[in-house]
Nanobody, 117 residues
Framework: VQLVESGGGLVQAGGSLRLSCAASGSMFGINVMGWYRQAPGKQRELVATIITGGGRTNYADSVKGRFTISRDNAKNTLYLQMNSLKPEDTAVYSC???????????WGQGTQVTVSS
């Protein structure tokens, strides 16, 4: 599985961005996809996840009500709609795809999001 993120950039506080993660290769067994972020000097943290079958979502408390994770199965693309962005949202955002029953995990290369105050 190959994952390629896009959509990052520089935005003012209060603005919006939509990140995309295009997946290619065999998605057989992939049952969870998610977005994570890592700010300079900090550990990587979970932003949001989605169960591929059924669409159940989970969000970090810091982004609830502002970010929305979604997936277009036909396009094999994962999205993260980010609204009301804050400077503390500045980080490299990466998507991943997990086949939890086969213990397989794949990561994209990440895309930079910078929110100016």
């Amino acid at each position: 599985v190959q994952l390629v993120e896009s959509g990052g950039g520089l935005v003012q506080a209060g603005g919006s961005l939509r990140l995309s993660c295009a997946a290619s290769g065999s998605m057989f067994g992939i049952n969870v996809m998610g977005w994570y972020r890592q700010a300079p000097g900090k550990q990587r943290e979970l932003v949001a996840t989605i169960i591929t079958g059924g669409g159940r979502t989970n969000y970090a408390d810091s982004v609830k009500g502002r970010f929305t994770i979604s997936r277009d199965n036909a396009k094999n693309t994962l999205y993260l709609q980010m609204n009301s962005l804050k400077p503390e949202d500045t980080a490299v955002y990466s998507c991943n795809a997990a086949a939890t029953l086969q213990n397989r995990l794949y990561w994209g290369q990440g895309t930079q999001v910078t929110v100016s105050s």
